[in-house]
């Protein structure tokens, strides 16, 4: 059920209903939303088919929501989020959030989220969402992604220190800070925090990372779009006592790029995110962050911390997540996976 203002008649556009399963299941089964709840749906442009499939499932549930595309409000890359959007945000019980990124957008998805966590909007953040994960990743059974998540929190939560190889040449080291909680993302979102769709994953600020990173998956923000899957020219990366020390790969415009943003500003280069990926029912890394940070697997991310929900006490103005393949990871000297393969029963 629209209401009285919307920027776009997005009910009126037409979608291919491969996207209604992938659709039915982030306003149903991830977000739970009800008739009497309002929606504030953000779109743009690009992804204007996957925002009609959405909307069509909130009427189809007859929930009020204002739909809103970010072209028609302001000049791209934005510097700050629509004050109308933020206005509306203020009075929406839950948001999507489905968007093609751009450079330098970083800044406004914070003004966002600032709102979400400050309300405790039920908030689905689908930055760079296409019809491949739509396929796929938003097709996951996501009670069976929220039961293995479970799982692995509660061991993640009890370690001092967790270690993760690769074949490829990883070897990190993370040490714990007990006073740094433990976040789980499966795709159920909760007030408590917002997640990511599709969902599947449990991460925390650590407390100090160390060793050798091959990322022979992809790199996050922007520069996800730009080079894709890195199977064929992976990024190498040390990190010592937190922070990034050396990036060293074959596309060298790749490590001159990854470089500059991890040196945005101080913090910029510092571990902010120890992640676990979750999905189990994802197959491999596709070259799309939003879905292949889910993939199972560690993956860290530098800058902000998302210190609202971790605890962390420092802050910066970037996050740009980095991702491997088939991965090996002990828990305390308990080996929870091998070679991509959890060895816990969903």
């Known amino acids: 059920m629209k209401t009285d203002i919307c920027n776009r008649q997005l009910d009126t556009i037409p979608f291919d209903p491969e ?3 992938g659709a039915h299941n982030a306003v149903n089964v991830c977000l739970r939303v009800q008739a009497t709840e309002k929606v504030c749906v953000i779109t743009d442009e690009a992804s204007l088919e996957i925002a009609a499939a959405l909307v069509h499932e ?6 009020p929501y204002h739909a809103w595309v970010l072209e028609e409000l302001a000049t791209r890359p934005l510097q700050n989020l ?3 959007i933020l206005d509306d945000l203020e ?3 839950v948001s999507i959030f489905a968007v093609q990124a751009q450079r330098n957008e970083l800044q406004s998805r914070m003004q966002m989220t600032d709102v979400v966590n400050r309300r405790k909007i039920r908030h689905a953040h689908m930055v760079n ?11 996951a059974d996501y009670s069976k992604v929220d039961r293995i998540s479970t799982k692995v929190i509660e061991i993640a939560r009890a370690a001092k220190q967790i270690r993760a190889t690769t074949d490829a040449g990883t070897d990190l ?26 969902g599947g994953e449990v991460f925390t600020t650590p407390g100090e990372v160390n060793g050798t990173f091959v990322i022979d998956g992809v790199v996050g923000d922007y520069l996800c779009a730009k080079f894709g899957s890195l199977r064929d020219n992976p990024l ?3 990190v010592k006592g937190n922070r990034l020390t050396e990036a060293h790969s074959a596309n060298r415009e790749l490590e001159e790029d990854f470089w500059r943003y991890t040196h945005t500003d101080e913090n910029s280069d510092l571990v902010g995110e120890f992640a676990i990926g979750t999905n189990i029912e994802l197959k491999d890394v596709i070259g799309q ?33 980095v991702v491997g393949r088939k991965f090996n990871i002990w828990a305390d000297g308990q080996q929870i996976m091998s070679q991509g393969k959890f060895l816990l029963e969903p």
Not at 173 to 188: C, E, M, V
């Open 236 to 238: 190498t990366i040390h």
């Open 19 to 21: 996207l209604s399963p």
């Open 82 to 84: 629509p004050r109308a």
């Open 129 to 139: 969402i296409n019809r491949q994960i739509m396929l796929e990743g938003m097709r």
């Open 58 to 63: 909130l009427e189809r549930m007859a929930s």
């Open 173 to 198: 080291i993370a040490d714990l800070n007990p006073n740094y909680r433990w976040l789980k993302t499966s795709g159920i979102i909760s007030p408590d925090k917002w997640g990511n769709l599709p």
């Open 91 to 93: 009075t929406s019980h």
């Open 289 to 321: 962050i939003l879905q292949d940070e889910k993939y199972p697997g560690v993956h860290i991310a530098f800058g902000n911390p998302y210190g609202a929900h971790t605890g962390a006490d420092w802050y910066s103005s970037t996050h740009i997540d």
